[in-house]
């Protein structure tokens, strides 16, 4: 790839070694003191069990000195990979100046406000920074909306993750995340995604995607329905967590027109597959459509700075100063980062290497689905990839056991992966975009090898 000459520079390019199977001594010690003393609901530690000492790249090193690569990066936060030097020297600038402003203008923040701006479609000419994390981001573009529409409703899509406070946790379908909770925000409905490999209408599975859109317009037109004219419909432009399922540009497009159709504000959830994660800045941009609101965080932050966002139409910026107030709306180092990152994405052509290499790794990745007898799917769009692992290729039956031995024995040879999906059995890759063609290949190496263990008996 051509830019992997600037890019090996940022990373361990001998990743990965493992000098001890993980967790090594070290690990263990401080894995022992977090599970004595931190929240019984900490999970990310259980998955790839280790102590974390020093990022770089798209490679990171454990307390024992093992090297991972990373294709994880903190759940698509360290898109630029971990310590990038040039985004590091502003966040260090910065927090020798002012760290905390709440809403008060200052050079940083401006800048902050003109590098999005740069990057964001004309339309979206406001943006809003509502608090630090991706939650935020949602239940500020839904208040939005509301008071807007004089509406309540809200219709989102069936996998959606969309946060974990109240509207946004509402909005999320993972029912583990909701155990115990009781009843949600009333208003929210679910409509199915168009999720082609578990077609959910039963139709040939070519006409999913417009079936999704097609059946949004049906429950807006049918007063029989049982839904309520919404204030808002909320979509992930590729569902992520949902098991990075990627709808067709025509689902996209048809969403938009009902939306604007039926005077609903259209939502596009870009929290996870913004900024460039799928080869365009922004995810909606493959359907060429523009959203009323968009909602930004994770990589947003440059190199892990919380901060969110969102971005909306002029006709929208209706609020009263202070309807919506907060403590943390901007954070000066974060906002350094974030303008550092998105300018050096566009002077280095970080998109152009995420597309290019995401097409590679989708290559490999089919020589994967049509060689083992347990990868359902793949699927992938720039640095956003998933494995779908299945017990059956006939039956499709989900193997969620698979997709955590992925996790557990990649972690183990030195990459790190996440996992998702409907039914637990993706194993997902969000990879820093920065992530060389080498390093992803030896990544998906390894990946393949580990698939290969398991469908033998060799890895459990
Ligand atoms: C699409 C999407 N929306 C919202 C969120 C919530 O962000 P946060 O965890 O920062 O609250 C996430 C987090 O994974 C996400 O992937």
Redesign the pocket.
């Known amino acids: 790839m051509k830019q992997d000459k600037l890019f090996a520079k940022l990373s361990h390019v001998d990743a990965p070694q493992i000098k001890i199977t993980p967790p090594g001594p070290k690990s263990q010690e401080i894995l022992a003191y977090q599970a004595a003393n931190e929240s019984s609901v900490i999970s990310y530690s259980k998955g790839m069990p280790m102590a974390m000492a020093k990022g770089k790249g798209a490679t990171i090193e454990d307390v024992d000195g093992n090297i991972y690569i990373d294709m994880f990066s903190g759940?698509?936060v360290m898109a630029m990979g971990h310590g990038h030097p040039d985004i590091l020297k502003e966040a260090h600038a910065a927090i020798d100046n002012v760290t905390h402003t709440l809403d008060i203008p200052s050079p940083i923040r401006q800048k902050m406000v003109a590098s999005l701006k740069k990057v964001l479609p004309k339309e979206l000419t406001r943006v809003f920074f509502g608090g630090?994390?991706?939650?935020?981001?949602?239940e500020q573009a839904i208040k939005l909306a509301k008071y807007n529409t004089g509406r309540h409703g809200v219709i989102a899509f069936e996998g959606?993750?969309?946060?974990?406070?109240g509207m946004?946790l509402a909005l999320?379908c993972d029912s583990s995340h909701r155990q115990g909770l009781g009843p949600q925000f009333p208003g929210v409905q679910f409509l199915p995604y168009p999720y082609e490999y578990r077609n959910p209408f039963g139709c040939p599975d070519e006409n999913v995607q417009i079936q999704a859109a097609e059946n949004l317009e049906r429950v807006l037109s049918d007063s029989h329905s049982g839904f309520e004219k919404p204030a808002a419909v909320i979509l992930?432009s590729v569902?992520?967590?949902g098991g990075t399922i990627i709808p067709a540009p025509v689902f996209l497009q048809r969403v938009r027109e009902i939306c604007t159709k039926h005077d609903i504000v259209m939502i596009c959830?870009?929290?996870?597959?913004g900024i460039g994660r799928t080869g365009k800045m922004f995810a909606f941009e493959h359907g060429d459509i523009v959203p009323d609101i968009v909602?930004m965080?994770?990589a947003l932050g440059g190199l892990g700075f919380?901060i969110?966002a969102i971005a909306y139409r002029e006709e929208l910026n209706t609020w009263p100063a202070g309807l919506t107030i907060g403590t943390f709306r901007g954070n000066m180092i974060a906002f350094a980062a974030g303008s550092a990152a998105l300018e050096w994405i566009q002077d280095n052509d970080v998109l152009e290497h995420a597309a290019g290499l995401g097409e590679k790794c989708m290559e490999k990745l089919k020589e994967l689905e049509n060689s083992s007898s347990i990868v359902g799917q793949v699927r992938g769009l720039g640095m956003m990839l998933a494995i779908e692992m299945v017990k059956d290729k006939e039956t499709r039956e989900p193997a969620g056991d698979f997709a955590k031995l992925i996790r557990k024995h990649a972690h183990q040879r030195g990459v790190m992966i996440e996992v998702g999906g409907h039914h637990g059995n993706v194993a997902r890759l969000l990879p820093p975009l920065i992530i060389t063609e080498d390093l992803a290949m030896k990544g998906l190496e390894i990946i393949a090898g580990v698939i290969k263990d398991i469908e033998d008996g060799k890895a459990s």
């Open positions: 759940a698509g630090p994390t991706g939650s935020d981001a949602v959606a993750y969309h946060g974990m406070t946004a999320t992930e569902q992520g967590e959830d870009e929290i996870q597959a909602t965080s994770k919380p969110s």
